[in-house]
């Protein structure tokens, strides 16, 4: 099993910044693919970012490239997302994910590993 776990998230006014993290536990494999996906009220799960665990090949939904940084610890087997800029539209649950790796990493329903997610409120 693989456990993950969210932190990091909050209230913040637009502009401003957060650094989220997942910290992994468990059976982890270094062909892990992490990815960060985030859901708003109404609304389907939505893919954010992607990284491998080794820390290359970095994906990014067009929506937050240039304001979001993802990146990886293995010292730590931590993954996080740093944003910035934020909008009253990324306000959502962040959730960190884990599965084998794959050249199509923005599918939800390809991630066998969740955390509980962290909310992000941006206020205008």
């Known amino acids: 099993q693989v456990q993950l776990v969210e932190s990091g998230g909050g209230l913040v006014q637009a502009g401003g910044s957060l650094r989220l993290s997942c910290a992994a536990s468990?059976?982890?494999?270094?062909?892990?693919?992490m990815g960060w996906f985030r859901q708003a009220p109404g609304k389907e799960r939505e893919f954010v970012a992607a990284?491998?665990?080794?820390?290359?090949?970095?994906v990014y939904t067009d929506s937050v490239k240039g304001r979001f940084t993802i990146s990886s610890d293995n010292a730590k087997n931590t993954v996080y997302l740093q944003m910035n800029s934020l909008k009253p539209e990324d306000t959502a649950v962040y959730y960190c994910?884990?599965?084998?790796?794959?050249?199509?990493?923005?599918?939800?329903?390809?991630?066998?590993?969740w955390g509980q997610g962290t909310r992000v409120t941006v206020s205008s």
């Open positions: 468990g059976r982890t494999s270094s062909t892990f693919v």
């Open positions: 994910a884990a599965r084998i790796g794959t050249t199509t990493p923005g599918r939800a329903n390809s991630y066998p590993y």
């Open positions: 990284i491998r665990w080794s820390g290359g090949s970095l």
